[in-house]
């Protein structure tokens, strides 16, 4: 099994920034391919970032592109989104997860998930 915790969401004005957090704990995961999703109210869960734990090679989709970036720390065995530039439109829980087989990055393919934190538009 493996356990995702997400942390670091909370109210933020449009053009501001967060950093999101996913702390990774259980089975041996240097394969994993980790992924950062998100899902606004009445909308599907939809792909945001993504990481290969072990090469460190970073995914993105068009609506991440340049402004927000993946990371992971090894030592800390945690992966980040560091968000800048926020939209309205960025509103939305945000969810980790994992692909055990280190290849797909749908919602569909992911093996584990985190219970989700919450990113809200304060302006």
Do not use: H
């Amino acid at each position: 099994q493996v356990q995702l915790v997400e942390s670091g969401g909370g109210l933020v004005q449009a053009g501001g920034s967060l950093r999101l957090s996913c702390a990774v704990s259980g089975r041996t995961f240097s394969n994993y391919l980790m992924g950062w999703f998100r899902q606004a109210p009445g909308n599907e869960r939809e792909s945001v970032a993504a990481i290969k734990w072990r090469s460190g090679s970073t995914y993105y989709t068009d609506s991440a592109k340049g402004r927000f970036t993946i990371s992971r720390d090894i030592a800390k065995n945690t992966v980040y989104l560091q968000m800048n530039s926020l939209k309205p439109e960025d509103t939305a829980g945000y969810y980790c997860a994992a692909d055990t087989a280190g290849v797909y990055w749908s919602p569909s393919a992911m093996d584990y998930w985190g219970k989700g934190t919450l990113v809200t538009d304060s302006s």
